[in-house]
């Protein structure tokens, strides 16, 4: 009979305009400014740098992997010099990241042989200067490690344990080999086990899946 | 109380048409020493009454506009699981506002090698006959701003006048996408101008009158069983309705007839060139055509400004109004535009005939005896199967070749 798919389309329009208004899983738009979405864990945007305590204590040594690795080419290092000697020290005089070129591709953390710089989660970054606006220097990229862990829980759990393990062995941070922060930071086991020292032998298990988006 | 705010509006003009004679006195006393003549002060209460029609329907109906806007952009957006315009006011009440400030403030655009004086002219064409349309409507009780014999037929004829204004708009812009749209606009419209007169035939035949007026005064009084006679309950009256809200939705290039103005294939149809306010202005022309329609949708079939006495006459024309307005945004969330040949073969292989019919059913109800309970409930039952067999027969033989699948001699 003429007519009928229109009557068919017509309470399904119905049902979705009624639906909308008594049933909450319907309407999936969030009101951005004012609800956000609780980001899943492993989400990331731009590296940080992260410091123990106070923000003199860092973790980077200016060994400069980083620079050499990121593929944008985006990380400035200058080493310090001791000022009477003239001789290099464990730590970056200058550490400059431009986020306007940065492409959040994460390699300069798989690459840290010292779990120095990690990705942060901001995304609702702006400026009005198109050329240094987004260049960042040390001061604006250090961020606590208790940043770290409300952010990334799991993953600096598991970044602690790591390191006091190689604070036990007594052994520099430097001989630790560059190999197992890949492994662990690619494929990172399910729970968080900071009690548990994971090494590069455990099988790789799948990531975490992310939360639901609600 | 109930014939106060009843006749609430009617009150407020003659006070302030009393409170302009007043001043009309008074300077003439101060300028001439003597108060208005009798004539002068009949004159000057005329004249006052016709501004204040006017300023009273078009204030009305600009804002009815911008909250038809808001409305169509919220229930679209509930059809659609989303929350439609919420930012501005409550609700986002005044999103119409912020658009209306948005639209002005515009650049105003003229195409280098366009037709100016047309391109200039035509949006404010296409506006006048949408708001002379509202001349032939009573409002509510003794509110009809006029009172012509030939109300129904002046209606048809001035809503006419917005299919040159569209073509002018296309020709005017010198563009090949508002020239095709305009060429579809004039075709569907010629088109479907004729099943909405015929639509209106059945109702004119049966109270034997053109006025709007009589139209109303003949669908019954205030009661609740007189809901009963509006012409919508009778099987003829039902399909006239229906047939008349197709072709309103036509005529007013509202979806799934809004090919004048296809997006996806013609940018825009005809007000491709136009930009800030005059763009503003066809759409403030589409929307208020669409009101006017289903006020005499409301005259002719659902009784006008009758209803039950809870609220006043005009409350009533209203809401009716505003009930036929939530069903056009409805099928426009629901239905995907037609094809032109669709379209055309909709109009003349099967509204036509069906229009046609109808009003052969209406002839057969008219002369039917209904003097009885009886009588009337047979020749209710015999028209509704007249009605009921010519919809069979329409979807069963027109619509399907209508419908028929189009064969591609090159795409396929």
């Known amino acids: 009979m003429l007519g009928n798919g229109m009557i068919q389309g017509l309470l399904v329009t119905a049902r979705n305009l009624l639906r909308s208004y008594f049933d909450p899983e319907c309407l999936t738009t969030i009101q951005y ?65 431009d986020y306007s070129v940065c492409m959040q591709c994460q390699i300069c953390a798989e690459v840290c042989p010292f779990d120095a710089i990690k990705m942060d989660q901001i995304y609702e970054l702006s400026g009005t200067d198109r050329f240094g606006g987004m260049l960042m220097n040390k001061g604006a990229l250090l961020k606590s490690n208790e940043y770290y862990h409300q952010m990334h829980p799991t993953e600096a759990n598991e970044v602690d344990a790591r390191l006091s393990q190689s604070k036990k062995k007594a052994s520099p941070p430097a001989a630790k080999p560059a190999a197992a922060p890949i492994t662990l930071q690619s494929a990172p086991p399910p729970r968080p086990t900071p009690s548990a020292p994971p090494s590069p032998s455990v099988p790789p298990t799948p990531p975490v899946p992310p939360k639901s988006d609600v | 109380m109930y014939n106060f705010f009843d006749q609430l509006i009617l009150t407020l003009g003659a006070w302030v048409v009393g409170l302009v004679v007043a001043c009309g006195n008074g300077v003439s006393k101060f300028c001439c020493g003597q108060p208005l003549s009798e004539a002068a002060a009949h004159n000057v209460a005329a004249g006052t009454e016709i501004v204040l029609i006017c300023v009273t329907i078009y204030g009305v109906f600009a804002l009815c506009f911008g909250l038809a806007t808001w409305l169509e952009r919220k229930m679209l957006a509930r059809i659609q699981n989303r929350y439609g315009p919420n930012r501005v006011g409550p609700f986002g009440l005044f999103q119409f506002v912020a658009d209306g400030v948005k639209m002005l403030t515009k650049e105003d655009i003229v195409p280098a090698r366009a037709d100016k004086l047309v391109h200039f002219l035509a949006p404010a064409v296409v506006l006048a006959p949408a708001l002379l349309m509202f001349a032939f409507l009573p409002f509510g009780r003794n509110m009809a701003p006029t009172n012509l014999d030939t109300a129904v037929i002046a209606f048809f004829a001035v809503g006419a006048g917005s299919e040159m204004a569209l ?76 047939l008349f809200l197709v072709a309103a939705t036509a005529e007013s290039n509202r979806c799934p007839f809004d090919l004048p103005e296809g997006e996806s294939e013609l940018v825009a149809g005809f007000h491709v060139e136009y930009s800030g306010f005059k763009f503003a202005l066809f759409f403030m022309a589409e929307y208020i055509g669409m009101m006017a329609m ?119």
């Open chain 2, 294 to 412: 289903a006020g005499l949708g409301v005259t002719l079939f659902l009784g006008g400004w009758h209803g039950p006495k809870l609220l006043p006459s005009w409350m009533w024309f209203m809401g009716k109004g505003f009930l036929i307005v939530c069903w056009l945004i409805w099928l426009r969330g629901t239905l995907p535009r037609l094809r032109v040949d669709q379209l055309m073969a909709f109009a003349w292989k099967a509204m036509l005939p069906f229009a046609l019919f109808n009003i052969f059913t209406t002839a057969v109800w008219f002369h039917l005896p209904k003097a009885t309970l009886l009588q009337s409930a047979v020749a209710w039952l015999v028209t509704a199967a007249l009605v009921a067999a010519a919809y069979w027969v329409v979807s069963r033989f027109v619509c399907r070749r209508a419908g028929a699948l189009r064969v591609y001699h090159y795409a396929s």
């Open chain 1, 33 to 97: 400014p004012e609800e956000r979405r609780t980001l899943p864990e492993n989400s990331r945007c731009f590296p940080f740098l992260v410091y123990d305590g106070t923000p003199d204590n860092l973790r980077c040594v200016a060994c400069k992997i980083c620079e050499q690795e990121c593929p944008p080419q985006c990380i400035y290092i200058e080493v310090e010099r001791d000022a009477k000697t003239g001789k290099p020290v464990r730590r970056p005089r200058v550490f400059d990241i």
């Open chain 2, 167 to 242: 073509f002018m708009a296309g020709w005017g812009s010198r563009n090949k996408y508002s020239i095709l749209g305009a060429m579809r606009a004039v075709a569907q419209m010629i088109s479907y101008e004729i099943p909405l007169v015929l639509a209106a035939v059945p109702v004119v035949m049966v109270v034997g009158s053109l006025s709007t007026s009589q139209i109303v005064a003949a669908q019954g009084a205030d009661g609740f069983l007189d809901m009963s006679r509006w012409f919508v309950w009778t099987p003829w009256g039902f399909a006239g309705f229906i």
